[in-house]
């Protein structure tokens, strides 16, 4: 029987990859990719010339049981996401649960993860926390806010830049104003930054400069 790697891919800055996950991307019969356009290049940077398939959130469910039967029947493969750890707000559980359903061995490798970077740099406490990953668009939006307005953790969040207003809007109006939280964007990357300060005002900051890139935002718990 085969084996299932999920390995972590660099979130903005290519030399966060470990040598441990480029061996492991050579040496596999076949990687799956959430875009092969995207993970192209960086295989191509690293020199990695194993076939590549497509497994994201729109096929995985159909995949699934073929990707299976492929690692029963001998073959090792890869799992990676366009960027970080593979499962984390990205394709992969289902893969995951399969294999462990089919008594199938699964290695996750250490490696690039956006809210552990955030969570640090936010200087909000980070012994106790809670990840969220992207709040729901519409249907039970206003239901897991109310809830978490109680929470007494640290919470993590991932956010689109075009949504960002929206959700310090509704952090300013179910947490309070006076909540304290960080905007991390860009991690690893050039342009780099973390806003922190009141929900109140990280709203008006990001409503005079409107941010691009890869967002993550650390809100404190209630007191």
Do not use: W
């Given at each position: 029987?085969?084996?299932?790697?999920?390995?972590?891919?660099?979130?903005?800055?290519?030399?966060?990859?470990?040598?441990?996950?480029?061996?492991?991307?050579?040496?596999?019969?076949?990687?799956?990719?959430?875009?092969?356009?995207?993970?192209?290049?960086?295989?191509?940077?690293?020199?990695?010339?194993?076939?590549?398939?497509?497994?994201?959130?729109?096929?995985?469910?159909?995949?699934?049981?073929?990707?299976?039967?492929?690692?029963?029947?001998?073959?090792?493969?890869?799992?990676?996401?366009?960027?970080?750890?593979?499962?984390?707000?990205?394709?992969?559980?289902?893969?995951?649960?399969?294999?462990?359903?089919?008594?199938?061995?699964?290695?996750?490798?250490?490696?690039?993860?956006?809210?552990?970077?955030?969570?640090?740099?936010?200087?909000?406490?980070?012994?106790?926390?809670?990840?969220?990953?992207?709040?729901?668009?519409?249907?039970?939006?206003?239901?897991?806010?109310?809830?978490?307005?109680?929470?007494?953790?640290?919470?993590?969040?991932?956010?689109?830049?075009?949504?960002?207003?929206?959700?310090?809007?509704?952090?300013?109006?179910?947490?309070?104003?006076?909540?304290?939280?960080?905007?991390?964007?860009?991690?690893?990357?050039?342009?780099?930054?973390?806003?922190?300060?009141?929900?109140?005002?990280?709203?008006?900051?990001?409503?005079?400069?409107?941010?691009?890139g890869e967002i993550v935002i650390v809100v404190a718990g209630k007191l």
């Amino acid at each position: 029987m085969g084996k299932l790697f999920l390995v972590p891919t660099p979130i903005g800055n290519l030399e966060d990859i470990t040598l441990r996950a480029i061996r492991v991307l050579k040496e596999v019969d076949l990687i799956l990719a959430e875009d092969t356009r995207n993970s192209g290049k960086l295989l191509k940077h690293f020199e990695i010339g194993t076939p590549m398939q497509s497994h994201h959130m729109h096929n995985e469910h159909k995949t699934v049981d073929q990707i299976v039967s492929r690692i029963q029947s001998g073959e090792t493969i890869a799992l990676i996401s366009d960027a970080g750890t593979p499962a984390i707000s990205d394709p992969g559980f289902l893969l995951t649960r399969a294999c462990v359903e089919n008594g199938i061995e699964v290695d996750c490798l250490p490696g690039a993860t956006a809210f552990v970077p955030a969570l640090v740099n936010s200087g909000l406490p980070n012994d106790k926390f809670v990840f969220e990953g992207f709040l729901p668009v519409k249907k039970g939006r206003q239901t897991r806010l109310k809830l978490l307005a109680e929470e007494t953790r640290t919470m993590i969040f991932y956010e689109s830049p075009h949504k960002l207003i929206k959700t310090l809007g509704n952090f300013v109006e179910y947490f309070g104003e006076e909540r304290r939280l960080s905007v991390s964007r860009e991690i690893t990357k050039m342009h780099e930054e973390s806003i922190r300060g009141t929900a109140k005002e990280v709203l008006e900051h990001y409503t005079s400069n409107p941010p691009r890139g890869e967002i993550v935002i650390v809100v404190a718990g209630k007191l």
